[in-house]
Antibody, heavy 119, light 110 residues
């Protein structure tokens, strides 16, 4: 069955970077893409960006311009999201979600979430 | 301020029906497919409806989706206590070149 397993919780100081991983199994890794979605405490879902595991093409939300890097590694079936220059408002649960291969669309499977605390 | 507008909350008694609206514009709902997600607090979101009205395998037919012009609607019939969750609509916004979510709607079973 499809599974997305994310890396563990992180505590970071303001100004540094965090890199979250998302290990996929149970399907053809390069046949899909990944979206990264975060949720601040008590808030709604916020889409951060999408990457195709097929060709590495990507889109990201404008507010993360120059701060986010998304990558995939087909040799380990793992997607990564790095967020730089962390601030306290980046404290949130970060989710990876399986997405469409060519453009962002339905997010049909989700990881369990990675809590990132900036303090 | 979300690009897609949802009511903050809806409620109904067990067995009743609720509908959740998701209002957008021509650049998002008007020209792209809508999907719906539900999230029990403390857990990851789950896909409920995709391509406006399709249900993934395992989602009961009590859940339905529709779209008209620049608005989408999620319907839940035969409401159960287990349906208490937050529900989010989402779609691609061609003007922003970004995926957008609604602000979320909390469903309460009275």
């Amino acid at each position: 069955q499809v599974k997305l397993v994310q890396s563990g919780p992180e505590v970071k100081k303001p100004g540094v970077s965090v890199k979250v991983s998302c290990a996929a199994s149970g399907y053809g890794f390069t046949n899909f893409g990944f979206s990264w979605v975060r949720q601040a405490p008590g808030q709604g879902l916020e889409w951060m960006g999408w990457i195709s595991a097929y060709d590495g093409s990507s889109h990201h939300a404008q507010r993360f311009q120059n701060r986010i890097t998304m990558t995939t590694d087909a040799s380990t079936n793992t997607a990564y999201m790095e967020l730089r220059s962390l601030g306290s408002d980046d404290t949130a649960m970060y989710y990876c979600a399986r997405d469409r291969i060519t453009v962002p669309g339905n997010k049909d499977y989700w990881g369990q979430g990675t809590l990132v605390t900036v303090s | 301020q979300s690009v897609l507008t949802q009511p903050p909350s809806v409620s109904a008694a067990p067995g009743q029906k609720v509908t959740i609206s998701c209002s957008g514009s021509r650049s998002n709902i008007g020209n792209n497919f809508v999907s719906w997600y539900h999230q029990v607090p403390g857990t990851a979101p789950k896909l409920l409806i995709y391509d406006n009205s399709k249900r993934p395998s395992g989602i009961p037919d009590r859940f339905s989706g529709s779209k008209s012009d620049t608005s989408a609607t999620l319907g839940i019939t035969g409401l159960q206590t287990g349906d208490e969750a937050d529900y989010y609509c989402g779609t691609w916004d061609s003007g922003l070149s970004a995926w957008v979510f609604g602000g979320g709607t909390k469903v309460t079973v009275l």
